[in-house]
């Protein structure tokens, strides 16, 4: 697939809200295998509503986010923009839908080309993270506002974590090292950045990485983690489901919603 950028979307030239520098890109495009087969991960429904909306009404509860750009499968622009549409996002927020690439850097990639100049902090958050707090998205907001370059939000490990040799056929793997557990943390999203460092990331580190902030530390740039939220987790397998129902139903009966 080529790596052209994408024209960007008819959006306008200052987007609505009460600060037009921050944007979210929502990468959206995978299909979500360890979930079952059937509709997109992204696309699932939680207490009647796609996983995605979710995600997307989670940057746009924001207030400093006006813009967030989804990144779909290629296949599925026309549906997911039609799901925007039709579940619509609060006022105030502009929300794009773009094709997305062959592999996840390569969808925040394209989300990042359609984002209008007068963006200067992008979030990067996984559609798969549907229940992130507002109150984590402002935080990583603030510390790039604050001057940090690349912000992440994390929580404390509960398990202890062991380093392993990997084995084929499935065989026991040794433990080659036991890390300090005070010292590891589990990141989320919505991880925020420097608009300019995340596209230079983009731009020039390959391999597989995992996450964005894994790619700006490949630039020798500093990370740091703000706290995450014991609900911002992702969704990945059919039991994640339950619980992400559970929460909203928890959330319904606290606060009516």
Known sequence: MSDAPLPRPDLPSDPPGPDRGTAAVVPAAGRGV????????????????????????????????????VVAPADDVARVTSLINEYAPPAGTEVVVVPGGETRQESVRRGIDVLPDTV??????????????????????EAVRGGAPA??????????????????????????????????????????????????AHATVTGDVTDDASMVEQLGVRVVVVPGHEEAFKVTRPLDLVLAEAVLARRRANHGF
């Open 151 to 200: 912000v992440v939000p994390a929580v404390p490990l509960a398990d202890t974590v062991k380093q392993v040799e990997p084995q084929p056929d499935g065989r026991p793997e040794p433990v080659v090292a036991t890390p300090e557990r005070a010292r590891l943390r589990a990141v989320q999203t919505p991880q925020g950045f420097d608009r300019a460092l995340l596209a230079r």
């Open 120 to 141: 200067s902090t992008v979030l990067v958050h996984d559609a798969a993270r549907p229940l992130v707090p507002v109150e984590t998205v402002d935080a990583v907001i």
């Open 34 to 69: 360890r979930l079952g087969p059937g509709t997109p991960k992204a696309l699932r429904a939680l207490n009647g509503t796609p996983m995605l909306i979710h995600a997307v009404n989670a940057m746009a509860g924001s207030r400093s986010v006006s813009l967030v750009v």
